[in-house]
């Protein structure tokens, strides 16, 4: 998993590194969206392991599935707003832990829902077919867990529930890409990557059962009733598609030089 993570981010720092080459070489101009717009993208919940508090355990998560809609004001001069919901979907892939102390099997998910204020920004680099654009916003989220946890803690069997919803203050960053459809008049492919987080730590309810449960229960993270994580940090890759119901008109064509008059013979 930690490989995986360490190859995404080295090709979303790559791309970073080669388009902003591009937008330091070229001029920038703000792209005039304007007026009212919706959009809509899907693609994939990457979540980092969140840290089981007070202890060494990590929860771990296996990709999923992200969906996002939200609806804009582009205020002609490059800047834009808009409000946004989200649904995140992750299965719980497993609990790890230094030293395998906390090691355990697990079965469940995690969804994280939210509603959040965006204020971006889109670039002309000059190029009709491409924008880019970034932004932040920020928020609240809600945490949902569903999980059955069975592992062995000092040579002695446990299994714990955890369930419940969490909400906190949500923000994010965002760096996208428009593609404008141009036999379709205001309609944008995008694609985008979001880091989001909410803050920690995201307590659940929980009851453990078994012979460790006892030892367990000294444990902030663990114990019946109460388990905490933090660094809820996402990061998601999308798709979509964004349609602006009064896009700016498309510039007058250039208007040619008149002939020269032919010369008069005598």
């Known amino acids: 998993m930690n490989l995986r993570y360490g190859l995404l981010a080295g090709s979303l720092l790559a791309g970073s590194v080669t388009l902003g080459s591009v937008l330091v070489s070229v001029p920038a101009f703000a792209q005039p969206v304007q007026g009212l717009y919706i959009a809509g993208e899907g693609g994939a919940s990457l979540p980092q392991g969140q840290v089981v508090r007070h202890s060494d355990a990590r929860d771990k998560y296996s990709p999923g599935a992200v969906g996002i809609g939200s609806i804009g004001y582009g205020l002609g001069n490059g800047f834009r707003v808009e409000l946004e919901g989200h649904f995140r979907h992750n299965n719980l892939e497993s609990l790890g832990s230094t030293g395998g102390k906390y090691n355990a099997h697990?079965?469940?998910?995690?969804?994280?829902s939210g509603l959040m204020a965006n204020a971006l920004f889109d670039l002309d680099i000059g190029k009709s077919w491409l924008f880019p654009y970034f932004g932040a916003g920020i928020g609240y989220g809600w945490q949902n867990m569903n999980a059955l946890i069975t592992g062995n803690y000092q040579g002695q069997a446990y299994s714990q529930h955890v369930g419940g919803t969490y909400g906190n203050f949500a923000y994010q960053g965002i760096f996208g890409l428009a593609f404008p459809i141009p036999w379709a008049v205001g309609l944008s492919a995008t694609a985008e990557y979001r880091f989001w987080t909410m803050l920690g730590p995201q307590s659940h309810h929980s009851v453990i059962s078994g012979p460790a449960t006892a030892a367990l229960n000294?444990?902030?993270?663990?114990?019946?009733?109460?388990?905490?994580t933090r660094t809820d940090f996402n990061h998601s890759l999308m798709l979509g598609l964004r349609y602006e119901f009064n896009p700016a008109p498309p510039p007058p064509p250039p208007v040619s030089a008149p002939a020269a008059p032919a010369p008069v013979e005598n």
């Open 106 to 112: 697990t079965n469940g998910r995690q969804e994280e």
């Open 218 to 228: 000294s444990d902030y993270g663990f114990r019946n009733g109460n388990r905490d």
